[in-house]
């Protein structure tokens, strides 16, 4: 990990910046906290939750679970990143964006298992890679172009993905945050999504223990507008492997940027 990440971290317990980098941990000047670093990788989180981190160190439940990339989404990262500036993947799974962002990019995961993944593949100069809550997330305020969050708000429920928004506009006031969520903003969607997706769903909403890759939520477009953020739609990366029809997604995609409400993926754009 290099020194550098240092420029735009700060302490979880106390909010300072004056932060130091050994080999082994992440130590705070200001108040003694201390994050540790393992398999080079900092563990980002509170000294508190330091140690379920660890426990799951070495798990791999969730190899079979993973996000491709959707093509709209990719060409606005390459939009709204560049060179000498930095960005961040937020809940970056196995990693499906990284080589859009030009620039500088910090990816993470409260997962170890996609951090360690995703830093195998990706790791070159100017690439890091942190374990860390997206709630509660060690960077400071204006030092980002662009936030990435895309697959992830779903897998939370409505309190936390929401506070989760919040955290982006209001603690980290980055220049740009693009959303990719998926869509059920009318009956005609939610149809759809059923006919396709049926069964899955079904299971996972009769279920009483939800499990880390079920959706707990699906957005609508006025949840992401009343952020202001401007919404677009989109077909989303699950379709167009299930379905490979790329002539005929690329059509429904331009047909369907400016209809988001009928579309089966919703993307959302804050520019401060």
Not at 146 to 168: G, Q, R, T, Y
Not at 181 to 186: E, F, G, I, R
């Amino acid at each position: 990990m290099e020194k550098q990440i240092l420029t735009y971290l700060k302490c979880l317990v106390c909010g300072g910046e004056s932060l130091e980098m050994g080999n082994d941990k992440i130590a705070c000047n200001g108040c003694g906290a201390s994050y540790p670093i393992k398999d080079g990788i900092p563990i980002l989180v509170r000294p508190e939750r330091q140690a379920e981190i660890l426990n799951q160190w070495d798990l791999t439940d969730y190899r079979d679970i993973y996000n491709e990339s959707t093509p709209r989404v990719g060409d606005l990262i390459k939009k709204y990143t560049a060179h000498g500036t930095m960005a961040l993947d937020a809940g970056c799974g196995l990693g499906a964006y990284n080589n859009y962002f030009l620039g500088d990019l910090i990816s993470f995961d409260i997962s170890p298992f996609y951090v360690k993944e995703t830093r195998k593949k990706y790791e070159l100069p100017g690439r890091y890679f942190f374990v860390a809550d997206a709630r509660d997330i060690p960077l400071k305020k204006n030092v980002l172009s662009l936030i990435l969050c895309a697959s992830m708000l779903e897998h939370l429920p409505k309190e936390e993905s929401d506070a989760v928004i919040n955290f982006f506009i209001n603690n980290l006031s980055p220049r740009n945050i693009i959303i990719e969520v998926p869509n059920d903003s009318n009956q005609l969607v939610a149809l759809m999504r059923n006919l396709a997706y049926g069964r899955a769903m079904r299971e996972a909403k009769a279920s009483i223990v939800h499990t880390e890759e079920d959706h707990y939520r699906i957005f609508t477009v006025r949840d992401l507008k009343k952020f202001s953020f401007k919404v677009y739609g989109c077909i989303g990366w699950t379709s167009r492997q299930r379905f490979p029809w790329p002539k005929f997604w690329n059509l429904y995609d331009k047909i369907f940027w400016y209809l988001p409400a009928l579309a089966g993926d919703l993307i959302g754009i804050y520019k401060k």
